[in-house]
């Protein structure tokens, strides 16, 4: 069972765009991490935003944590190939020594050359 | 190696078949995590191991998944009498563990197809 749902489920758009993926919840995470993950691999990690509104930039990419920190933004400027892949946010709940990650269901994202 | 290494890679079992399933983690990680990703999903927790210590196998969605990590390194990931609803991507992770923070590195996953 998901507990974070991530729109939109799929993304496709040209090359130079800018785009904002959502990763929303009812419930209050310690922290939110964001992934990027290729056919075949494992994710692997972006960022974590742990403070509620907190705003993290990585390049073109922007990372936004709500004020409640029950959700999360994400948004790329200037939307290269290279950013083609699945995207998801994982929500901690800070329990000592057993960080387990729940998921989002995921975006994929596909930037046409 | 420098990652957390998966085996295999791909497996294919008959439905009722026994499958075990291989994580090496990146050396001197405590925390090693197992993870189940159906297709068009996000990954989902199955189970949590500090050292040798399983504290947390809550994900597991059934008596026929069971996980061990006997030395507190290499992990496997056992499923009895497979069904075709078993059929998914199965990820490892490994971190430095122990407090908050810390990174967990994923391996490249085993997925699992049930005929």
């Known amino acids: 069972t998901q507990l974070l749902e991530q729109s939109p489920q799929f993304l496709s758009i040209q090359e130079g765009e800018n785009l904002t993926v959502y990763c929303n919840s009812s419930?209050?995470?310690?922290?939110l991490q964001w992934y990027r993950q290729e056919p075949g691999e494992g994710p692997v990690l972006l960022v974590t935003?742990?403070?509620?509104?907190e705003v993290k930039k990585l390049k073109r990419l922007t990372f936004q944590f709500g004020d409640a920190r029950k959700d999360s933004s994400l948004h790329i400027t200037a939307a290269q190939p290279g950013d083609t892949g699945l995207y998801l946010c994982a929500g901690v709940r800070s329990n000592f020594g057993n960080e387990k990650l729940t998921f989002g269901t995921g975006t994929r994202l596909t930037i046409i050359p | 190696g420098a990652g957390v290494s998966q085996s295999p890679r791909y497996k294919v079992a008959k439905r009722g078949q026994d499958v075990a399933l291989r994580c090496d983690p990146i050396?001197?990680?405590?925390?090693l995590f197992w993870y189940q990703q159906a297709l068009g999903q996000g990954p989902e927790f199955l189970t949590y191991?500090?050292?040798?210590?399983?504290?947390?196998k809550s994900g597991l969605p059934s008596d026929r998944f069971f996980a061990e990590r006997p030395e507190g390194s290499v992990s496997t990931l056992k499923i009895q009498r497979t069904q075709q609803e078993d059929s998914a991507v199965y990820l490892c992770?490994?971190?430095?563990?122990?407090?908050?923070?810390?990174?967990?590195?994923f391996g490249p996953g085993t997925r699992l197809t049930v005929l």
């Open positions: 191991f500090q050292n040798e210590a399983q504290l947390d």
């Open positions: 992770a490994s971190s430095l563990g122990l407090a908050r923070g810390y990174e967990q590195f």
């Open positions: 935003v742990v403070t509620g509104g």
């Open positions: 050396s001197g990680h405590v925390s």
């Open positions: 419930s209050v995470f310690s922290s």
